[in-house]
């Protein structure tokens, strides 16, 4: 199994920066895709960004140009950079993984748990 575990969470100010990180542990053969998505309280999880293991990358248009991801293929962790942030980014921040455990099962995606960011003055 893999193992997601978030960091990085907390209260900002308008316009303020946060940066997130998730760690990727476990038995772990290979990942694809790693990425972050976010919900907020009575709507839907929507996706925020992804990077591929060779480094492309894929944003929400509302964080287009004040969020920036990247991943530590050594470390497999996978980072997203706030900056700029509104109250409207407002959300728990779920870290996720497309990744093998082993040569002989297919691609599962796992989450993480799970971290509070929160905009406000």
């Known amino acids: 199994q893999v193992q997601l575990v978030e960091s990085g969470g907390g209260l900002v100010q308008p316009g303020g920066s946060l940066r997130l990180s998730c760690a990727a542990s476990?038995?772990?053969?290979?990942?694809?895709?790693m990425g972050w998505f976010r919900q907020a309280p009575g709507k839907q999880r929507d996706l925020v960004a992804s990077i591929t293991s060779g480094g492309s990358t894929n944003y929400a248009g509302s964080v287009k140009g004040r969020f920036t991801i990247s991943r530590d293929n050594a470390k497999n962790t996978v980072y997203l950079q706030m900056n700029s942030l509104k109250p409207e980014d407002t959300a728990v921040y779920f870290c996720?993984?497309?990744?093998?455990?082993?040569?002989?099962?297919?691609?599962?995606?796992?989450w993480g748990q799970g971290t509070q960011v929160t905009v406000s003055s």
């Open positions: 996720y993984a497309d990744a093998k455990s082993s040569i002989w099962f297919g691609v599962k995606t796992y």
């Open positions: 476990g038995s772990i053969f290979s990942i694809n895709d």
